[in-house]
């Protein structure tokens, strides 16, 4: 240890003293000391003088690269700014932060980290009350402001230009306090790279029937719009930076998330949320969120801003939009109303289509100023989205002292000993593991590539794994050493609680005796049931094996345990729509993850129309989307012929073709409809037509049982305690009758009393014990469907080896 430290140290100090160093000559060099009665403004350069246009001009975007030396002109001109480089994206551009605080603040940033860090964990000063008053008083308010995670949402890269100038250049009293009482943590995009491949795309069709469309390709490499709901996985490298360089590092205790919705409801967003809200997340962060919001859209009434709605739309469920609520902080979303992408749009009054709690044609408690329709421009949301934020941190700055203890006192509640009923810790039992895998060790190894995600998404979640040194006995078993032993009492023990225990979403309807009412993203978060881990929660305490000590073992190299497979990998198509879909994606990410697992290009319609595929493929799979989609594509009126149309009868042709000759065709999810109506598969889904109110799963973790006898079953883990028995991802999804014998069920959804596992399901017993995996004989070849989604979002490690089963026996047909 103390070798280590003598040689840490002096390489540590050295670091500080050339950064400090670099710090000075760059302020005598480049920026003169102002006199104090000049203004801020004079040399701090606006976004027009440096991009060209004003942010919020019509048909106008910036680049990134223009975006990113904004902000490094803003910080060589002002006091108020440091930028940082915080890495590269997935397809290589600089990901960016600005801090943004009085130079005083600035001077000091190292402090004001350290107080943050104590007060979220307050077992450093054991939660002495008065030592905490201390780190209050002198700490700041932790506001980190994010946008344009959407890039088809284009307003909030562009307002944070304006936001970063308005911060650098004011000198108003009220953008002193701001600057003095908070440390503002910009994040000009979240995904950079969507930036420009919507403004490439918006520029490239301007004046075309195509303008204002939204681009032909998925707006981040592997998920789309779906880069928003990565905040517990953290599959992509975005998530991972801001996660392990922004939240991590800072602990914010707000954070305001910059987004636009819809055309044609209310103009602008602002919490609280609607029922249901997920029950880990502590009531002072409920409170702290319901206060903020409903202070922002009092302050826009003030300002005569039309269309605000609280309470509306959004709820509050999914860890996988809210990491900070889990970890001490606010989640403030706000979404403005969209344009045709920077095309204004006219909305006509009658044309105002109702929300979730809102119509936006009607004053209610939650929306007091009705706005009156007519022309809805890029200038209107960037004002909207800039007056939203200056409200935020105006609060952030009155309420400095507040928004602090209360971050304090949720680190307290969270370190507390657990109370009776509340559960102790959950275990994680560490199968062992010894020497070279073979590929009759399959399970393990699946096991293994579960752990290999589930342990890393807790430590990068910051939550402390104790890997038990001894034996020990728990609730009246003994457990083994190498157990992996989560407390519920450490500073993010929420975090791993919502992660590890089954959800139960709330029966909610629409009214009364109604149809349900659809949650805003999925409604099952189960990490253990995805990745086939099994884990036991542990209410009694119980003797913790001596040493405690809490070990974190994230940087353990886990992808030693990813499944090799070699050579002899069937050539595998991924069909790629223009329509683009994050399905595909998400299939493309998993099969760039597990690349020995298998060798794929993607096809597109073209590719497919041209037919003659058999040789060139052993295996096409098309990914979840509608059937319509896939067959008919993007729109003709408005794209361009050569990436409209979709597949079209010719494409269908091909495929019908390519089965006969031999070929494997996979389906997944909603994509097996297509099958059904298009390459004339004999099955039926059952669910097809019915409504609603009979059947919803709108995102859960159901339970199959599978034909081990199925090649496509080997080696996949199945759930503890069965040998037969898995999980499947519904979320839109089907349920299979073979109406031949060619069609030979491979996994079945099991009876309605057990069905669901974690989230909510109505109406199960209409697709109990029907068919979840189909094999469907074709000429040489074959057709599988897949009526769930086996590779949920990189997450469903349980069913990936069922996809990559189905993959690999293609081979054999050849
Ligand atoms: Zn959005």
Redesign the pocket.
Known sequence: MRSILSLKLPSLLLTIILTASSFAQKNETQKPRRSSSRPASAAVPSPREVIGFTPGDDRKLASWAQIVDYFKRLERASNRVKFQELGKTTLGRPFVLAIISSPANLANLERFKEIQRKLADPRTFNSNDAEAEKLIAEGKTIVMITCG??ST?VGGNLVSMNIAHRLASDDSPETREILERCIVLLVPSLNPDGNDIVKNWYDKTLGTPAEGTNPPELYHHYTG?DN?RDWYAFTQVETQLTVDKVHNVWHPQIVHDI??QGETGSRFFLPPYVEPWEPNVPPIIQAGVNFMGSTMAWELAGEGKAGVVINGVYDAWTPARAYQHYHGGIRILS?TASARIASPTNVPFEKLTPQVNVDPKVRSWNFPLVWPGGEWKLANIVDYMQAGAFALMRNAARYRERWLRDFYLVGKDAVRERKPGEPFAFLIHMPTVSGAFDNSQNELLWRLAGLGLLIPILTRGKVELIDAESSFVAEGKQYPEHTIIILMAQPYGAFAKTLLERQHYPDLREYPGGPPRRPYDVTAHTLPLLMGVPVVRIDEPFVLPKPPTPRITGTEDFSRWETKVGTGLPSTGLYKSHAASMDEGWSRWVFDRYKSRVSYKSVTDTEISAGNLRAKYDCIIIPAQTWQQILNGLSKDRYPAAISGGLGQAGVDALKNFAEEGGTIITLNEASQFAIEQLGVPVRNVLEGVSAKDFYCPGSILKIKVDTSSPIARGAPMLESSKDESIAWVEGSLAFEPTSDDARVIARFADAKELLLSGWLLGGEKMAGKGAIVEVKRGKGRIIMFAFRPQYRGQSIATLPLLFNAIQTSAASR
């Open positions: 995670i959407h949402e719009h928003n987004h636009q979404e």
